[in-house]
């Protein structure tokens, strides 16, 4: 299948493209190169499009007449999106109702949606199954469940199949090291530590050690990068029109803090400075996720398993002397 990708120059986007191609599919990036990379443009060709731009979007469909459509290309900083809502729903609702615009006019009946745990927001039910109660705790959370709401809605009057994929914590890179993870400024855990290791930074904050969790700090499931983009591919294989699906990605285990700091000094065997710091506004304090949904409908389950091994993909990614990235 000839898939569009948007965010295809992204960080879940890039993998999903290398997946893809693997899989013998042909991807083209749709990207306007907000936080993507042009290095992360390897696998097919690209079309430089912003997603508000209406009409280029439907050039973009037109040009590459595509099978299928995976939407990555979002604004995903849970605290930014509180600050700027409008600016939220303007690139993640509206944005997605242009593409869905163009794949009507172009006859595209497949959809597969880069959805989020933050739909479910706070519950006492953990693992979180798909059945929990979706009620986002800030706008970004819930500019991705109404699109998931559209999705449904499209589905059942027959433009189109969909399945969202909710992941818990991406994290890791592509264990060939040809995409990894690059964000300006970076806000995620993993790759903070691993700048304060090889330092770049001079220390990491760890925002809150009083939630009612083990060992106090936040508990996440993070789950592999290239584990998800599998997850894509399986999930563009098998939607069909008129049906809508969503799936759990993540791993079912949680990881703290404090664990994800003392996973990263055994992996790079650097010491460095972990302050206490208060708690992040939003943050949920347990998130973990029942994936056995997606193992036994998608036949889904993630190949890295272990944390170290992920966070170890993630330092090798860093670490590289010449890193495409700066050279972009
Ligand atoms: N954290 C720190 N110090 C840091 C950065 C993060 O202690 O410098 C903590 C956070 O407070 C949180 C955990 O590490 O408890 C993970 O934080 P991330 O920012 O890496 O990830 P989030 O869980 O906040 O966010 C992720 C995705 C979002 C998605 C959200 C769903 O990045 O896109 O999960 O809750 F919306």
Redesign the pocket.
């Given at each position: 299948m000839r898939v569009i990708v948007t965010g295809g120059a992204g960080y879940i986007g890039s993998h999903a493209c290398k997946a893809l191609a693997e899989a013998g599919h042909e991807p083209v990036a749709l990207d306007n190169f907000t936080t993507g990379h042009r290095w992360a443009v390897k696998w097919g060709p690209l079309a430089e499009v912003d997603l508000n731009d209406r009409r280029g979007v439907l050039a973009a469909f037109r040009e590459y007449q595509p099978d299928a459509v995976m939407h990555f290309a979002a604004l995903?900083?849970?605290g930014d999106s509180v600050n700027q809502p409008d600016l939220y729903y303007r690139t993640n609702v509206s944005g997605t109702l242009n593409l869905f615009e163009a794949m009507t006019q172009t006859g595209v009946e497949r959809f597969v949606f880069s959805s989020?745990?933050?739909t479910y927001g706070e519950t006492n039910e953990m693992p979180l199954t798909e059945a929990s109660p979706q009620m986002p705790l800030?706008p970004?959370?819930q500019s991705?469940m109404m699109v998931e709401q559209m999705l449904k809605d499209l589905s059942a009057a027959g433009d189109c199949g969909a399945t969202a994929l909710r992941y818990?914590?991406?994290?890791g890179a592509d264990p060939d090291g040809e995409t990894g993870e690059d964000h300006d400024p970076e806000?995620?855990?993993?790759p903070?530590?691993l700048q304060a290791a090889s330092g770049r930074r001079s220390h990491?904050?760890?925002?809150?050690s009083d939630y009612d969790t083990p060992d106090g700090?936040?508990?996440?499931d993070y789950v592999h990068v290239s584990d998800l983009a599998r997850a894509h591919v399986a999930a563009l294989e098998t939607t069909t029109r008129g049906e809508f699906r969503a799936f759990n990605l993540g791993t079912g285990h949680g990881h703290s803090?404090r664990e994800?700091i003392e996973s990263a000094r055994r992996v790079t065997g650097r010491s460095f400075d972990v302050r206490e710091?208060e708690?992040?506004a939003?943050?949920?304090p347990l998130?973990v996720a029942d994936a056995s949904k997606a193992k036994a409908e998608l036949g889904w389950s993630p190949q890295f398993t272990e944390l170290d091994d992920i966070v170890r993909t993630a330092w090798h990614w860093m670490e590289r002397d010449t890193k495409a990235g700066s050279a972009a």
């Open positions: 995903s900083i849970v989020s745990c933050a800030n970004y959370g991705k818990f914590n991406a994290a806000t995620h855990l993993i903070i530590i990491i904050s760890v925002f809150g700090t936040c508990v996440r803090v994800v710091a708690r992040r939003g943050d949920a998130l």
